[in-house]
T-cell receptor, first 111, second 113 residues
Framework: GENVEQHPSTLSVQEGDSAVIKCTYSDSASNYFPWYKQELGKRPQLIIDIRSNVGEKKDQRIAVTLNKTAKHFSLHITETQPEDSAVYFCAANNQGGKLIFGQGTELSVKP | NAGVTQTPKFRVLKTGQSMTLLCAQDMNHEYMYWYRQDPGMGLRLIHYSVGEGTTAKGEVPDGYNVSRLKKQNFLLGLESAAPSQTSVYFC????????????FGPGTRLTVT
């Protein structure tokens, strides 16, 4: 069935370094790829998304890249700060319009 | 504009008890979803609704039922709770059309003993 794989499951970086989280998806019909950030005890919140008609999208320190041929997309965070510490989820939509989520990446930014 | 709200925030049940979780949204969204979140497993879809009066099964529907009698509300029921249903439950909603962004509620932490 439809599947989204996310790696790594945990990621620890020093403040100021970059962080990269990668996802692969299985449904070739997927055309919407959001990234959600979830702080401890809070709800997931959308931080950036990309549609299949573009290869890259940036918003200040975060960017997402998409390779439709390889069916993978990545989240890039530059100049990381302690407040970036959270769990990040990627997702892809399926033909029914539902989102299939990856397993999550726990990012820890050390001061 | 409260967005998506969930009631209750926390609940402890004994095995075999029943309960209903309420999700409400004030954004006039057509689509509503119920997810469960377990450590290391991301968000898994339980049931969803594409409009008032409609419901459909998601990835992990067993042991749960839902109803969408009013557009703004989506109820998740557990008829006979089991320890395997201990989880954090999130409701989400989105508008119809090509806007796929889902807005999440604050979650309900359920423990079944």
């Amino acid at each position: 069935g439809e599947n989204v794989e996310q790696h790594p499951s945990t990621l620890s970086v020093q403040e100021g370094d970059s962080a990269v989280i990668k996802c692969t998806y299985s449904d070739s019909a997927s055309n919407y790829f959001p990234w959600y950030k979830q702080e401890l005890g809070k709800r997931p919140q959308l931080i950036i998304d990309i549609r299949s008609n573009v290869g890259e999208k940036k918003d200040q320190r975060i960017a997402v890249t998409l390779n439709k041929t390889a069916k993978h997309f990545s989240l890039h965070i530059t100049e990381t700060q302690p407040e970036d510490s959270a769990v990040y989820f990627c997702a892809a939509n399926n033909q029914g319009g539902k989102l299939i989520f990856g397993q999550g990446t726990e990012l820890s930014v050390k001061p | 504009n409260a967005g998506v709200t969930q009631t209750p925030k926390f609940r402890v049940l004994k095995t075999g008890q029943s309960m209903t979780l309420l999700c409400a949204q004030d954004m006039n969204h057509e689509y509503m979803y119920w997810y469960r979140q377990d450590p290391g497993m991301g968000l898994r879809l339980i049931h969803y609704s594409v409009g008032e009066g409609t419901t459909a099964k998601g990835e992990v529907p067993d042991g749960y039922n839902v109803s969408r009698l009013k557009k703004q509300n989506f109820l998740l029921g557990l008829e006979s709770a089991a320890p395997s249903q201990t989880s954090v439950y999130f409701c989400a909603s989105r508008a119809s059309g090509l806007s796929y962004e889902q807005y999440f509620g604050p979650g309900t932490r359920l423990t079944v003993t």
